[in-house]
T-cell receptor, first 115, second 115 residues
Framework: DAGITQSPRHKVTETGTPVTLRCHQTENHRYMYWYRQDPGHGLRLIHY???????DKGEVSDGYSVSRSKTEDFLLTLESATSSQTSVYFC??????????????FGPGTRLTVL | AQSVTQLGSHVSVSEGALVLLRCNYSSSVPPYLFWYVQYPNQGLQLLLKYTSAATLVKGINGFEAEFKKSETSFHLTKPSAHMSDAAEYFC?????????????FGAGTRLAVHP
């Protein structure tokens, strides 16, 4: 298994509070991604990173920010959590962009509940 | 724009029966396609991917998928279902935008295998 950990694995919080999710990798992969998984929607990309301090928005980025100060860590922050952000969040990593070798490896997920 | 549609959010088969999970894609360029599997309370794991090298792609755990351009399909099959195949399966297409490759996922198909 790819060395990807996510913390916390479960979190319950209240509307309006800030929340930070952490993704940590030991593979030294350049690319990192944050997805959310919701029933009927599959996985949707929130933000991604193509290097330290280099990040960009995905298809559902509103209400989320990210930071990557080290190769191994990619943080996802909900500045003011809302109930619509209740979801399961997955981090993924990949080493290459070449289709022959490009594979995204996924972490175990973080289940976030916003009350 | 690239997208995928998975037909059937739930599929139920008997142990030993054929598994067929359907995925149709939409793409303005030659697509690169993926199937991922998610076991309960776990992250996603790559089953197989199509990179234009061969239209019939073999993956892990006895699964395979055939790329059919004329039908814009990439259906996943397994000749004989096993109880351990019960999971959720996601089809995805590679999207190139913003200078980098991303994955666009279908909504998923949950496979149940009964004795």
């Amino acid at each position: 298994d790819a060395g990807i950990t996510q913390s916390p694995r479960h979190k319950v919080t209240e509307t309006g509070t800030p929340v930070t999710l952490r993704c940590h990798q030991t593979e030294n992969h350049r690319y990192m991604y944050w997805y959310r998984q919701d029933p009927g929607h599959g996985l949707r990309l929130i933000h991604y990173s193509y290097g330290v301090k280099d990040t960009d928005k995905g298809e559902v980025s509103d209400g989320y920010s990210v930071s990557r100060s080290k190769t191994e860590d990619f943080l996802l922050t909900l500045e003011s959590a809302t109930s619509s952000q209740t979801s399961v969040y997955f981090c993924a990593i990949s080493a290459e962009q070449d289709i022959r070798t490009d594979t995204q490896y996924f972490g175990p997920g973080t289940r976030l509940t916003v009350l | 724009a690239q997208s995928v549609t998975q037909l059937g959010s739930h599929v139920s088969v008997s142990e030993g029966a054929l598994v067929l999970l359907r995925c149709n894609y939409s793409s303005s360029v030659p697509p690169y396609l993926f199937w991922y599997v998610q076991y309960p309370n776990q992250g996603l794991q790559l089953l197989l991917k199509y990179t234009s090298a061969a239209t019939l792609v073999k993956g892990i755990n006895g699964f395979e998928a055939e790329f059919k351009k004329s039908e814009t399909s990439f259906h996943l099959t397994k000749p004989s279902a096993h109880m351990s195949d019960a999971a959720e399966y996601f089809c995805a297409v590679r999207l190139f935008s913003g200078g980098y490759n991303k994955l666009i996922f279908g909504a998923g198909t949950r496979l149940a295998v009964h004795p």
